[in-house]
């Protein structure tokens, strides 16, 4: 899978989220993300480069018609032309700045599902904080994958790929004696960035909004702080006795996943 801030179409740059009670909400993140002996995350929510990833703002009056959802912000080679065809394919928009010639600049958009997501331009790769020769990008905080559970798996895969520009390969499921497929979805580069699965099997119940994933230093103490913090571990797996991965819920009441760093 790509970096999170791998200047590509397609590109998973950063996430945002505007919460009531922004203080605590906050305060909880700063616990849950830096945990471990080498945290991936400062207590500002930057991460551990001092690069801005995600952002936590408060719910302001401008803010108030945005679904309660972390919303990744995807890199895309033409913004205005994106916002069309996400109206042409039953989407929304929610948020559209241009400049002052009439340009777009970035937009924020509703897909059919409901889930909210931001578009921005291709950023140049000279604006873009990279690792140091000793840091590699597993010890680094950032977006490390993003899912979307829908009714209609098949329909918002081919929303995406036309509006982001995602290329897609199926992944065969099976539960309880069905089979189906998933979808992976791929940058311009070749990059897994995300994936789109169907209600069911073991995504039954999740919301209809973008999750990221963030990794954490130490995924058990993290999940610690969830529930110290207000928040719930709404479900969570294991291999070999190790978790594996969380999805977690803010006090708030926005979800997303935690997965070691």
Do not use: K
């Not at 991460?47 to 912000?73: C, F, K, S």
């Not at 241009?98 to 291709?122: H, M």
């Amino acid at each position: 899978m790509t970096s999170s801030n791998a200047p590509i179409a397609g590109g998973v740059l950063s996430a945002d989220i505007a919460v009531p009670g922004h203080e605590g909400v906050v305060a909880f993140y700063s616990r849950v993300l830096s945990t471990g002996e080498a945290p991936l995350w400062r207590p500002d929510l930057m991460n551990n480069l001092g690069t801005p990833i995600i952002g936590v703002g408060e719910r302001v009056e401008a803010y108030d018609h945005l679904p309660l959802q972390w919303m990744p912000h995807i890199q895309v080679t033409d913004v205005a032309a994106s916002v069309g065809q996400a109206l042409e394919r039953g989407g929304h928009e929610l948020m559209h700045h241009r400049d002052e010639s009439g340009q777009s600049q970035w937009a924020v958009l509703r897909d059919p599902n409901g889930a909210a997501f931001g578009i921005i331009p291709t950023v140049p790769l000279d604006l873009v904080p990279q690792p140091g020769d000793s840091t590699s990008a597993e010890g680094v905080g950032r977006i490390s994958w993003l899912d979307l559970t829908v009714p209609d798996a098949v329909g918002t895969r081919d929303f995406y790929q036309a509006v982001v520009g995602w290329s897609s390969r199926g992944l065969e499921m099976e539960y309880e004696g069905g089979r189906y497929t998933d979808y992976v979805l791929s940058s311009s580069d070749g990059s897994a960035v995300a994936g789109v699965c169907h209600a069911r099997g073991v995504n039954r119940g999740l919301p209809l909004a973008w999750m990221i994933y963030l990794p954490v230093g130490d995924l058990a103490e993290s999940l610690r702080f969830v529930t110290e913090g207000g928040g719930e571990v709404v479900r969570s797996s294991a291999t070999d006795s190790e978790l594996a991965y969380a999805v977690i819920r803010d006090p708030a009441g926005a979800h997303l996943a935690l997965v070691p760093g």
